[in-house]
């Protein structure tokens, strides 16, 4: 596959009519050569003497872009309260991971907020992959204050297997369960990796010892593209599968409203409108209400 031919074609995306008026807002925000920047909780931009109308341009800019599922950013005086708190996950996952000298991808990497925290632990090289011509348009326009070197590829999972070099670490977090072959999938993951390289995944589950997984018939909490949710032994036996060994499970958790909830800045519906209002513990649908499994899996 020649990836140099699929990036041409993608990058005609950022000409779209919805698109391209993104890419002119950011084109036309100052350039800010001195910010002091946090990459906590909250990745946090600092810009010395911002005028009003700076300030005004770089919220319009932000708003325009909506919804942003991934952060919380703060820049100047402009909050980006994202529907996810993704601190949660990449706190938790934080302890499993080392990153120090390493090429490192994030498959599905939305805005880049987890690429933007995942530059203080200094690796080698950073790339996310997302075929989302919004999230790289978010992405760019963060990035136009933090100026990182982090590369963001308009490509999907289907991609890393035959991309230029092979990878260190892969983070793939909330991909699995939208895809119809996961364990294919699986096997892109593990082709892109260096021999003794890991997969940090996450992925919907539902509790049971046996090796089964729910099919939804048609929408499972109201997302139309959930193809399958595992009991965690069925994970591990897709995995094993695809090649992985020395499979750990790290966290199991439920998503509840301290994680995902609506905010001003998503413009929809969120996790209480997509719960039964009468059980919390099921789906609009009836089935059990999302819970991730978090695993390592090593090539």
Same mark, same amino acid.
């Given at each position: ?27 036309? @925000? ?158 892109? @993951? ?80 969120? @996790? ?28």
């Amino acid at each position: 596959m020649d990836l140099n031919v699929l990036r041409v074609e993608r990058k005609k995306w950022l000409t779209w009519k919805n698109i391209k008026p993104y890419q002119e807002a950011i084109a036309n @925000l100052a350039q800010y050569d001195e910010v002091e920047l946090s990459l906590g909780d909250k990745i946090t931009i600092e810009i010395p003497k911002l005028s009003k109308e700076e300030e005004k341009q770089i919220l319009d800019t932000a708003k325009s872009m909506m919804p942003w599922r991934k952060g919380p950013f703060q820049i100047a005086n402009t909050f980006i309260d994202s529907e996810w708190q993704s601190q949660l996950k990449y706190n938790m996952l934080e302890k499993h991971f080392d990153l120090k000298g390493k090429v490192a991808g994030d498959i599905g990497c939305n805005n880049g907020y987890y690429l933007f925290r995942m530059l203080t632990h200094e690796p080698k090289k950073l790339i996310g992959f997302d075929p989302s011509a919004t999230y790289y348009s978010q992405f760019q326009f963060i990035n136009r204050f933090i100026k990182s070197d982090i590369t963001y590829e308009l490509l999907g999972v289907e991609h890393v297997e035959y991309y230029e070099h092979k990878f260190d670490v892969l983070f793939c977090l909330g991909v699995l369960y939208h895809r119809s072959d996961p364990v294919s999938m699986l096997k892109s @993951l593990y082709k892109g990796l260096h021999k003794g390289g890991e997969l940090i995944l996450d992925t919907f589950m539902i509790d049971g010892d046996d090796e089964i997984c729910l099919t939804p018939k048609d929408r499972y909490s109201k997302i139309p593209n959930i193809y399958f949710v595992p009991t965690i032994p069925a994970l591990i036996n897709w995995c094993r599968r695809a090649g992985f060994e020395d499979i750990e499970v790290l966290e199991t958790v439920v998503t509840d409203a301290s994680e995902q909830r609506k905010t001003e800045w998503i413009e929809g519906q969120s @996790l209480e409108d997509f719960l039964d209002p009468h059980d919390s513990t099921k789906t609009i649908e009836g089935y059990p209400a999302p819970k991730r499994v978090y695993i390592k899996a090593h090539k």
